[in-house]
């Protein structure tokens, strides 16, 4: 029953957690790194408490720091949670103070402390540990530079919680630029059991008087349908740029990225809320496109394989290696997909177009794509060709595939790394208006890592038109380069 953290909520503390709390303690239990945003009142404190609790029973030497921006803050919320579930215990438990319970003996313990203290997250090497810090926003970055020290050895699972008010810091790149390395949770108020089954345009429509519909809260403990009446009143303002107290505290969404963000969080969770609900489970019939980006050192080799059914894509699959050579990993990898496969597109700058020749030599359609060639050299340019509005081909296939994920028109999404690639992506204009993506070298340096990932997807949806490739394997389009130059040829290579 300890190993059952919902068990252990519900036979010793309890309690019985909905399904999003359900989901909370799990991902704490089984994943190192947790990151949840939420709205108010979904229960997420009083499930720290609970995940805390279980923690100390389920381990003899378990160690439990909990942090918050102030310390009224851990003793007002989360520490206010583990005294009430304490007190209302089916079993007894330790006389608590304040903000420490020691469970069995001095090495079982959970502590409460504010962010200036961070000496507190010292000397637990080799430890059990469960870290929280809550209301996450708020708290200075250099505290998770602690944290991430008390990592390094032993078990030690990070929760980091709170409303997603503030678009940058330790929390927001949990969600962006590091996601790969979180697990990340959405609880939005129409999440919670009081508003299960309704939409905002439903709730708005509800008879606004005392005892009517919005009163009608099976679960009074967690968000009402009359508070998010109240607050779409007073917190919308026509939009959504007006309106970010709204979108993070109601919606559990950062209220916005940069202003130069090509890609919105808001598009990429969709995306990866469809994927989750709707899981590709068919293996599909019709023609797939590979995108291929080739690393190298520290970068990797990314290939995603893609299906598109009229407007939309469907990701069929997607690999990723790292070494210098990857060429055997990409060939088995491709060759699953092989009687299907229309069109392999690699990215042929650097050591990508010997990749991308190997590719051909293993009998792959492949096609052999410079996107940093200039749209103004593409063939027949029209003086009002769209393309014209931007600097080379990555930007345009890039604000493409932008586009696809704005219609929702790609399912599958549910890799965490390429989301934050994505997310991360930020555009510039030149002196002429034209449109380009961030240099790579300037994005590094501001903390982005190389967007391998976001990179491979680009090539497999946005710079291919399957439309051109009724029948696989049998034509190549690309650059003909072998005499140095960059001629975009049609090359009728039968296979």
Not at 310 to 328: L, N, P, Q, Y
Request: aromatic share 10%; net charge negative.
């Amino acid at each position: 029953m300890i190993q059952d953290p919902i068990l252990f909520a519900s036979q010793v503390l309890g309690v019985d957690l909905w399904a999003r709390e359900v989901e909370i303690v799990q991902t704490i239990k089984s994943h190192r790194r947790t990151a949840i945003k939420a709205c108010h009142g979904v229960g997420k404190t009083f499930t720290l408490a609970v995940s805390a609790l279980w923690w100390l029973a389920r381990y003899p030497e378990g160690i439990v720091l909990t942090t918050s921006s102030t310390l009224r803050q851990v003793r007002t919320q989360l520490w206010f949670e583990i005294h009430r579930l304490v007190e209302r215990a089916r079993v007894p438990f330790p006389k608590l103070k304040t903000t420490e319970l020691k469970f069995r003996d001095d090495n079982n313990f959970a502590l409460g402390f504010s962010t200036d203290q961070a000496e507190n997250f010292q000397g637990f090497h080799g430890k059990q540990v469960l870290i929280i810090a809550d209301e996450a926003p708020g708290i200075e970055p250099g505290i998770f530079d602690a944290i991430a020290g008390t990592m390094a050895g032993g078990r030690v699972h990070t929760v980091m919680a709170g409303n997603p008010t503030i678009p940058s810091g330790p929390f927001f790149d949990a969600f962006t630029k590091e996601r790969g390395l979180w697990k990340c949770l959405s609880i939005d108020a129409f999440d919670s059991p009081n508003l299960k089954g309704i939409n905002l345009e439903q709730l708005l429509a509800m008879d606004p008087r005392e005892g009517g519909p919005l009163d009608d809260n099976p679960f009074p403990q967690l968000v009402t349908r009359r508070w998010v009446f109240e607050q779409y009143l007073a917190w919308w303002h026509g939009n959504e740029s007006s309106s970010p107290n709204w979108l993070s505290r109601v919606l559990a969404r950062f209220p916005d990225q940069a202003e130069n963000a090509l890609f919105r969080m808001r598009w990429l969770e969709r995306a990866r809320q469809r994927a989750l609900q709707n899981p590709i489970t068919d293996a599909g019939s019709g023609p797939l496109v590979a995108g291929v980006d080739v690393g190298g050192g520290q970068a990797e080799t990314v290939v995603y394989v893609c299906e598109s059914n009229g407007d939309c894509w469907k990701i069929v699959r997607m690999g990723a290696w790292r070494g210098e050579d990857t060429r055997g990993q990409v060939v088995s990898f491709l060759n699953e997909f092989r009687p299907r496969l229309s069109l392999v597109r690699v990215d042929a700058i650097g050591i990508g177009h010997n990749f991308g020749l190997h590719l051909r030599d293993c009998r792959f359609p492949v096609e052999l794509v410079k996107v940093g060639m200039a749209c103004e050299n593409l063939p027949h340019m029209g003086e009002n060709d769209p393309a014209r509005r931007f600097v080379n081909l990555k930007a345009c296939f890039y604000q493409a595939l932008a586009d696809a994920f704005e219609r929702d028109q790609v399912h599958g999404l549910i890799d965490e790394e390429t989301i934050g690639q994505l997310s991360g992506l930020l555009y510039e204009l030149d002196s002429q208006g034209r449109i380009r993506i961030e240099a790579k070298d300037k994005a590094r340096a501001r903390g982005v890592p190389s967007p391998d990932r976001a990179d491979a997807l680009m090539l497999a949806i946005a710079a291919a038109d399957p439309c051109k490739y009724p029948e696989p394997n049998i034509f190549i389009f690309g650059y003909d380069d072998d005499d140095g130059g960059d001629d975009w040829v049609k090359l009728c290579r039968k296979y």
